[in-house]
T-cell receptor, first 111, second 115 residues
Framework: NAGVTQTPKFQVLKTGQSMTLQCAQD?????MSWYRQDPGMGLRLIHY???????DQGEVPNGYNVSRSTTEDFPLRLLSAAPSQTSVYFC??????????FGPGTRLTVL | AQKVTQAQTEISVVEKEDVTLDCVYE???????LFWYKQPPSGELVFLIR??????QNEISGRYSWNFQKSTSSFNFTITASQVVDSAVYFC????????????FGKGTRLHILP
């Protein structure tokens, strides 16, 4: 099993550009989520999904969209990137006992 | 509201010393899970332990131990005989099962083990 995979690992955007961060898991987990990690702020929940076709907002959803058309994939879209979205992004999926398995992260810089 | 507080932002100890990382949580739910994760300097997030609200038994795994006390809403993590490889950021997290499905993390404690 590959676990949780994220692409790309690094990305630089200009203000106003859009992009999609990809996340996939091969563990057949229903629950998936996106977090951003900023210095001193810990992990903040952006969006989450409890299954295909169902998504909901976390603590910091503004500026981000998600969709969940399959169990495996949970992409995160930045509609119009802003410097405040410079961060490290982690995707996670939850196992049967609710422990989260994290992807390796995407380091995003918005200029 | 649900909240996880890790009051210790940064801790430094000398190798072989014991160290305890504090975690205090808030939830109105009676059923919930608590977790600890480790983030070493390489950046990945590693699951360490899960505890449900009905199980207050302390747990020991090698040099790691966890003390869960519902009376004080705390889930503290102790490393015995610390080693340099324990240097990392440690996160405590809460998953309250009866409400929304959000899993909330504390801000983390950065632990430095000095040789």
């Amino acid at each position: 099993n590959a676990g949780v995979t994220q692409t790309p690992k690094f990305q630089v955007l200009k203000t106003g550009q859009s992009m999609t961060l990809q996340c996939a898991q091969d563990m057949n987990h229903e629950y998936m989520s996106w977090y951003r990690q900023d210095p001193g702020m810990g992990l903040r929940l952006i969006h989450y999904s409890v299954g295909a076709g169902i998504t909901d907002q976390g603590e910091v959803p503004n500026g981000y969209n998600v969709s969940r058309s399959t169990t495996e994939d949970f992409p995160l879209r930045l509609l119009s990137a802003a410097p405040s979205q410079t961060s490290v992004y982690f995707c996670a999926s939850s196992g049967a006992y609710n422990e989260q398995f994290f992807g390796p992260g995407t380091r995003l810089t918005v200029l | 509201a649900q909240k996880v507080t890790q009051a210790q932002t940064e801790i430094s100890v000398v190798e072989k010393e014991d160290v305890t990382l504090d975690c205090v949580y808030e939830t109105r739910d009676t059923t919930y899970y608590l977790f600890w994760y480790k983030q070493p300097p390489s950046g990945e997030l590693v699951f360490l332990i899960r505890r449900n609200s009905f199980d207050e038994q302390n747990e020991i795994s090698g040099r790691y131990s966890w003390n869960f006390q519902k009376s004080t809403s705390s889930f503290n993590f102790t490393i015995t005989a610390s080693q340099v490889v324990d240097s990392a950021v440690y996160f405590c997290a809460l998953d309250a099962m009866n409400r929304d499905d959000k899993i909330i993390f504390g801000k983390g404690t950065r632990l430095h083990i000095l040789p």
